[in-house]
């Protein structure tokens, strides 16, 4: 289980990031994820945190309008297939629920694909729980 987790720059997550895109089907373009990173990240409309070059999470941290407060939605996380199963999403996972907590965020939520059994399982060992009542929506605009 990875010890230092970090903010990692854009330059230094760039290539992990590119790595997760593909895994999802879309082409490489380092340049363009460097860019888009450093964009996001500096902006503040994503955080990131990394272990070494094993795995990183993402978080875009919203305003809860009713409450006046925050909470933290997960975005993306990605461990390289060579270090699954060795707790580095478990450790992602888990700073990322200390640093809102300590923040003082209501919740940290995230979405997955209903047929994602090990992440969902992952997720329900650390708390999180099934929304009922709500439905997803999109407008897809491109």
Excluded: C, K
Excluded at 107 to 115: A, F, G, I, N
Aim: a positive charge; aromatic letters at 8%.
């Amino acid at each position: 289980m990875p010890s230092d987790i970090v903010r990692p720059t854009a330059a230094h997550l760039a290539p992990l990031f590119d790595e997760y895109r593909a895994h999802y089907g879309e082409a490489p373009f380092p340049a363009r994820t460097t860019a888009w990173l450093e964009e996001h990240l500096t902006s503040g409309r994503l955080t990131a945190y990394a272990a070494g070059d094993s795995g990183f999470i993402t978080v875009a941290i919203q305003p809860a309008s009713l409450r006046l407060a925050t909470a933290w939605m997960i975005r993306d996380l990605y461990v390289r297939p060579a270090g699954r199963r060795r707790g580095t999403a478990r450790a992602l996972l888990r700073h990322v629920i200390v640093e809102a907590r300590t923040a003082g965020a209501l919740r940290v939520s995230l979405q997955t694909e209903t047929d994602n059994a090990g992440a969902l399982a992952l997720y329900g060992s650390l708390g999180f729980r099934p929304v009922t009542g709500l439905e997803l929506l999109n407008l897809t605009l491109s």
